[in-house]
């Protein structure tokens, strides 16, 4: 019997000063189960910590390690294993049982954290990496630093071109770091910033200087300086420069919403041309052609569904590759590429699907609807018919099979509603407490998606937003953007039957092969993950039908409040008892926003100790210097958010 070995890639963090002052020094944490047999890979369990701790973005580091291993030995057992069963853990520093040359300076030049980005890229389909030819961007914000002390040092944005298995990697620039100034300067977040950019029709007709080069930290004031001048011109503007410098203003949203959108549509324009003029001077360097090649983004820009579309449509290339986890959700999956990269060299591997998440059976369905027992009218099996009349009715709690991995709802922690209606939006963004301009997304039969959007290839992980074609757009308003695009997802039976069969009933009764589709969580929490917190939230959101592994769940009565709160069990091993951390390793009581700071620069960390006297004089003397070379950008920023 062949071995197989088991491995365990984490993206987490562990200190204990750190844990104590909730400072992030890694976001999105995650780990990963695998397994390798001769050189198969197979990875078998994902787990982002923000579905157990219920903290969006999770970044709070383990204080200590026992804490991390118990966390471990919790979720192994999900998966029937032991500690003791893991031959191997890497990623993380004080649990990894292996050599440095998998984590630190795997390519001298080279940052990690954009290595294991490329990573997800080019082998979401080994078979891909070693026949065809792929391009692939990891363009994100700027790295963590836990294995890369010296950031400051490497350049941080990296691309690769792959022909046949013969890969070269280089640096790149990356516009990602100019959305992290967009999303500090409006106060939201990136993806309400993109929806209001293409909802809101006014525009800026303003001086616009040459886009900076922004390949590393080191250039971020350069980047900023850029940044700042075309937000003040905005800023700036009245009503009575309507015509002059902007146009098509916009009643139907207020006229600071109009002026963020102007400023959106600028970084977007200039984000697509700096990744443009890029991926030219690749194709001229490696005389590519384009329809022979695949492209690949990852990093957190790549969640830019607009962008990745227009660069497809711009260059139509082959296809387009990329994993469900593009933002730093997906660093587990990337240090595990790159571990099995280099212990096999030559290996197989597909991440085949999103579901790789949290799974139940029907027993547990069947126990957990017991409990709420006298808040449920009836359970019964599934009724595709059925669900069809619920759909069209209102929406529905869609909750199937494993967990999808990533930020983005594909189908099986989902709300669902009727496409053909512009109020099915409309209910959808009032559960989820959004703007009425929020967008909602069409899960989309594949074989039918060209006859409806003009995409090119599939779209199986939402990463795309496309033009709907003309004559269908009165057809579907609900999932219409307000500039006529739809961030589409593409489904086949293989992906997830239960789904697609039931939008191919929708389809047979409507003429309509879609369904909307958005994820299934509350304003500002991760994606629901159980199955009792997607009755509560039913409950609290007085939607009356819920499918649990295709048991219709139809509840009492729920205007009535319930008295049924939730706890995540999982947070506990975040949240521990530090009243003498101070005493021991912050003894001459930095605030939190000088740890902040500290933990921020790596080379104050390489250099410096918070036990020292001498070492906490020199670092307060250095953060007082850069806190007043960054009051004016903080000034702008705050007199902004004010307005």
């Not at 098509?248 to 700096?274: G, Y």
């Not at 999103?354 to 099996?381: D, P």
Request: charged share 25%; aromatic share 10%.
């Amino acid at each position: 019997m062949k071995k197989k070995t088991y491995f365990l890639s984490i993206y987490a963090h562990i200190g204990e000063l750190e844990a104590a002052y909730k400072i992030v020094r890694r976001h999105d944490q995650c780990m990963a189960l695998w397994y390798i047999i001769e050189n198969k890979l197979t990875l078998v369990r994902y787990w982002e910590f923000e579905r157990l701790s219920g903290i969006k973005n999770h970044g709070i580091s383990f204080s200590n390690i026992e804490n991390a291993k118990k966390f471990i030995i919790d979720l192994l057992s999900e998966e029937g294993l032991k500690l003791e069963d893991i031959d191997n853990i890497i990623g993380t520093p004080g649990l990894e049982t292996i050599s440095d040359k998998f984590s630190l300076n795997t390519k001298n030049s080279l940052t990690y954290h954009s290595l294991c980005h490329l990573y997800t890229g080019l082998f979401i389909d080994s078979s891909i990496f070693y026949k065809e030819k792929i391009l692939c961007l990891a363009l994100d914000a700027g790295p963590d630093h836990v294995l890369d002390l010296d950031v400051w040092e490497k350049d941080n944005y990296l691309a690769a071109y792959v022909n046949k298995g013969v890969m070269t990697t280089f640096s790149v620039d990356s516009p990602a770091i100019l959305w992290a100034f967009l999303r500090e300067y409006c106060n939201m977040q990136e993806g309400t910033l993109m929806a209001l950019g293409n909802a809101c029709l006014a525009k800026a007709n303003i001086s616009i200087s040459a886009l900076p080069k922004i390949f590393s930290l080191k250039d971020r004031n350069e980047a900023y300086k850029w940044f700042i001048n075309i937000a003040e011109q905005i800023n700036s503007l009245t009503e009575k420069d309507e015509g002059i410098l902007f146009e098509n203003l916009d009643l139907r949203f207020s006229f600071s919403e109009n002026k963020t959108s102007m400023l959106v549509k600028i970084i977007q324009t200039c984000s697509v041309m700096m990744i443009e003029k890029t991926i030219c001077k690749i194709i001229d360097r490696f005389n590519i052609s384009p329809s022979e090649v695949y492209l690949s983004l990852v990093g957190g820009f790549a969640l830019n569904c607009p962008a990745n579309a227009q660069l497809m449509n711009i260059f139509k290339f082959k296809g387009f590759k990329a994993p469900p986890v593009v933002n730093d959700s997906g660093m587990a999956l990337g240090i595990g590429l790159i571990y099995a990269h280099l212990t096999l060299n030559k290996f197989e591997f597909s991440l085949d699907n999103a579901y790789y998440g949290r799974k139940y059976n029907n027993k547990e369905v069947l126990k957990q609807t017991n409990s709420f027992n006298n808040l449920i009218e009836k359970v019964e099996k599934v009724n595709y018919d059925k669900i069809v009349s619920d759909i069209i009715d209102n929406p529905i709690v869609w909750f199937d099979g494993s967990a999808e991995i990533g930020p983005r709802a594909l189908g099986h922690r989902s709300l669902l509603a009727d496409p053909r209606y512009l109020e099915s939006k409309d209910k959808l963004n009032d559960i989820k407490q959004r703007q009425w301009w929020r967008p909602v997304a069409p899960i989309v039969l594949l074989e039918f998606v060209h006859k409806w959007f003009n995409l090119i290839g599939d779209s199986p992980f939402m990463l795309q937003a496309v033009d709907v074609i003309d004559s269908k757009k009165d057809k579907i308003p609900a999932v219409c953007h307000l500039d006529k695009t739809a961030r589409i997802q593409t489904i086949t039976s293989k992906d997830s039957s239960k789904l697609y069969e039931v939008i191919q009933c929708f389809y047979k009764k409507t003429g309509v092969p879609m369904l909307c589709n958005t994820s299934l969580n509350a304003k500002d929490e991760p994606i629901i993950d159980t199955l009792e917190r997607a009755i509560l939230f039913a409950l609290e959101k007085n939607i009356k039908i819920v499918y649990l592994n295709g048991y219709r769940i139809q509840l009492r009565n729920t205007i009535k409040k319930h008295s049924i709160s939730y706890k995540r069990t999982k947070l506990d091993y975040f949240i521990k008892n530090n009243t003498l951390i101070d005493i021991k390793l912050n003894p001459y009581n930095l605030a939190r926003e000088e740890l902040v700071a500290y933990f921020s620069d790596p080379r104050l960390m390489k250099k410096y100790d918070l036990t020292k006297y001498k070492d906490v004089c020199i670092i307060r003397r250095h953060l007082n210097i850069e806190k007043k070379q960054n009051s004016i950008r903080m000034q702008t920023m705050l007199s902004n958010v004010r307005k």
